[in-house]
């Protein structure tokens, strides 16, 4: 679904997150760090690809 579909995804169940605990107020604290978190895991995933690949050409 590539970087944007996972950003959403986890936004989303960020806020649902935020929903189910009763923290309003903050959803987008929850959204703000699940965006932060996708995209942090989305560099790490694209590095170690790009590492294996690179190992396994090598």
């Known amino acids: 679904m590539g970087l944007y579909g996972e950003i959403l995804i986890v936004m989303l169940a960020g806020w649902?997150?935020?929903?189910?605990l009763g923290r309003r107020h903050s959803l987008f604290v929850y959204m703000a760090v699940g965006f932060v978190g996708a995209l942090?895991?989305?560099?790490?995933a694209t590095g170690l690809d790009i590492q294996l690949v690179g190992s396994g050409a090598a």
């Open 16 to 20: 649902f997150a935020a929903l189910a």
């Open 40 to 44: 942090l895991g989305h560099a790490i």
